[in-house]
């Protein structure tokens, strides 16, 4: 996936092609108007109709025809599932840093990415979290580098809702979230990571399934391994 490691101003419109496929051409594309969106609000709104289904699962970016800044030109776009966290950015800032603020705290905090940058990072997040084709496994730390074999780390830091550990990884035809394991899971002296591994069909999957011994995915119930807790909602 060269749209995500060497990123660019199509990055987001070739990883959705990728993922998702095209139903129908850009001309036939409306979105209600808005006119405080950046370019890259519109070309993101654009690819994500021509995806032609939900591209978001988890958090959601705001309505276009709701763009609207506030008194201090504050344009906000996305927001965390549980209203707990906000992205916005700053109209007048010609590079459009993104900032976060937690529900009920302060004031605005740069994240470190700028807007491009930001939607590319949610929308690989939304597509490994919302994937049909995944699973979730637990790996030991001395066995990482080998569970990750072909497999490239992202540039996106952790969002803030996010524990500063989570990370993002490709390989050609994959994806990987990378987590510290829910409280649990892991047990004295143990030091485990929540890998989930998504890919845009069954077929793809099931070659990294079996690195794990987890065989014939598509006709499972459930895509994960026997755990003693409740699965994590990955």
Same mark, same amino acid.
């Given at each position: 996936?060269?749209?995500?490691?060497?990123? #660019?101003?199509?990055? +987001?419109?070739?990883?959705?092609?990728?993922?998702?496929?095209?139903?129908?051409?850009?001309?036939? +594309?409306?979105?209600?108007?808005?006119?405080?969106?950046?370019?890259?609000?519109?070309?993101?709104?654009?690819?994500?109709?021509?995806?032609?289904?939900?591209?978001?699962?988890?958090?959601?970016?705001?309505?276009?025809?709701?763009?609207?800044?506030?008194?201090?030109?504050?344009?906000?776009?996305?927001?965390? #599932?549980? #209203?707990?966290?906000?992205?916005?950015?700053?109209?007048?800032?010609?590079?459009?840093?993104?900032?976060?603020?937690?529900?009920?705290?302060?004031?605005?905090?740069?994240?470190?990415?700028?807007?491009?940058?930001?939607?590319?990072?949610?929308?690989?997040?939304?597509?490994?979290?919302?994937?049909?084709?995944?699973?979730?496994?637990? +790996?030991?730390?001395?066995?990482?580098?080998?569970?990750?074999?072909?497999?490239?780390?992202?540039?996106?830091?952790?969002?803030?809702?996010?524990?500063?550990? +989570?990370?993002?990884?490709?390989?050609?035809?994959?994806?990987?979230?990378?987590?510290?394991?829910?409280?649990?899971?892991?047990?004295?002296?143990?030091?485990?990571?929540?890998?989930?591994?998504?890919?845009?069909?069954?077929?793809?999957?099931?070659?990294?399934?079996?690195?794990?011994?987890?065989? #014939?995915?598509?006709?499972?119930?459930?895509?994960?391994?026997?755990?003693?807790?409740?699965?994590?909602?990955?």
């Amino acid at each position: 996936m060269d749209e995500l490691l060497s990123i #660019n101003s199509d990055s +987001v419109g070739r990883f959705f092609r990728r993922w998702y496929g095209t139903v129908e051409g850009a001309n036939y +594309v409306h979105l209600d108007a808005s006119p405080y969106a950046p370019a890259e609000l519109v070309a993101w709104h654009t690819a994500a109709a021509l995806a032609g289904g939900p591209v978001t699962f988890q958090d959601r970016p705001v309505a276009f025809r709701d763009l609207t800044p506030d008194s201090l030109g504050m344009l906000e776009f996305w927001v965390e #599932n549980q #209203n707990g966290y906000f992205w916005a950015v700053d109209l007048d800032d010609d590079i459009l840093q993104v900032f976060s603020r937690e529900a009920g705290g302060g004031g605005w905090m740069r994240t470190g990415e700028v807007l491009s940058d930001f939607l590319l990072h949610c929308t690989v997040r939304e597509a490994v979290i919302g994937g049909s084709s995944k699973f979730t496994t637990f +790996v030991d730390a001395a066995e990482i580098n080998k569970a990750l074999e072909s497999f490239e780390p992202l540039k996106f830091v952790a969002l803030g809702s996010e524990e500063p550990e +989570v990370k993002l990884w490709c390989s050609e035809d994959a994806l990987v979230r990378m987590a510290p394991p829910p409280t649990g899971y892991a047990g004295p002296g143990e030091q485990l990571w929540m890998l989930t591994f998504a890919a845009p069909s069954d077929s793809r999957i099931e070659r990294y399934a079996s690195r794990f011994g987890l065989e #014939n995915l598509a006709k499972a119930e459930t895509a994960r391994v026997e755990l003693p807790y409740e699965p994590p909602p990955f």
